[in-house]
């Protein structure tokens, strides 16, 4: 089996020295990784990481950097046409917004003043400005005596909605993070992720019950049941199963 892992955080820039990312340091994917690199059936491991994101250390693996999420777009694209994927793990944390603009309040209030000044009204000034706003170059440094930063964000896409179409026959892992739900709820969202996407299965994780070497997960699948797990080791050795086994029913 071929098997496509995502691992670590995106990175999307705000300029050349700034960037808006998350805290996940891609252990899970690669204990995952090095539990499929354990098993004769695997061929080959596509590892697409954030550039700070733990990389395994196994012949088996390739290894595909990637920084932004348009980066990460393009690589599990071109994988799908140019490579036989059995599987996918999608463990990466998949930033939901990049920088569309970065501005100062300043600039923005004298731009809706001169577009009022024109004879619009101040709400719908201001919204021109918000939406023309043009702000800094990201192709550089923003000052640092800039006063009252903002920042413009924009939704990126799902990675996790591309993939069924991607790779239709693939064994599909979804994962979902939540912070301080119920174990209801958090099966309810995972599994609704699940069938909204087409996965396989979802490990659902609550971030109150992640740390340390304490990590409990709930792999979800199709029909709504699941089994838990007390730590990443188990989780690892949990998802690599649950794909052997479906890819065998495939």
Do not use: W
Request: charged residues 25%; aromatic residues 6%; hydrophobic residues 45%.
């Amino acid at each position: 089996m071929n098997i496509l892992i995502t691992a670590g955080g995106t990175v999307e820039r705000i300029d050349n020295v700034r960037s808006i990312t998350n805290i996940s340091t891609g252990r899970l994917a690669l204990l995952i990784a090095e539990a499929f690199a354990a098993l004769g059936e695997t061929e080959r491991i596509f590892f697409v990481c954030g550039s700070k994101a733990l990389r395994p250390n196994t012949e088996k693996a390739e290894i595909f950097p990637i920084e932004s999420v348009a980066e990460l777009i393009e690589i599990v694209t071109e994988l799908s046409r140019t490579q036989k994927v059995d599987a996918v793990v999608h463990a990466m944390a998949v930033s939901d917004y990049s920088v569309r603009a970065v501005s100062t309040a300043g600039a923005i209030a004298e731009d809706a003043l001169n577009r009022a000044s024109s004879g619009a009204d101040m709400c719908g000034a201001l919204r021109e400005a918000l939406a023309c706003a043009e702000g800094f170059s990201r192709g550089g440094k923003i000052p640092s005596d800039a006063e009252d930063l903002v920042i413009f964000l924009q939704r990126t896409p799902k990675v996790i909605s591309m993939l069924r179409g991607l790779l239709p026959q693939a064994v599909t892992v979804g994962f979902k993070l939540l912070d301080g739900v119920s174990e209801t709820q958090l099966i309810e969202v995972a599994y609704a992720l699940l069938k909204r996407n087409g996965c396989d299965f979802v490990l659902a994780n609550d971030l109150c019950n992640i740390g340390g070497d304490r990590h409990v997960g709930h792999l979800i699948d199709r029909y709504g049941d699941y089994t838990v797990y007390n730590s990443k080791e188990e989780i690892a050795r949990g998802v690599v199963g649950a794909v052997m086994r479906e890819g065998m029913n495939k």
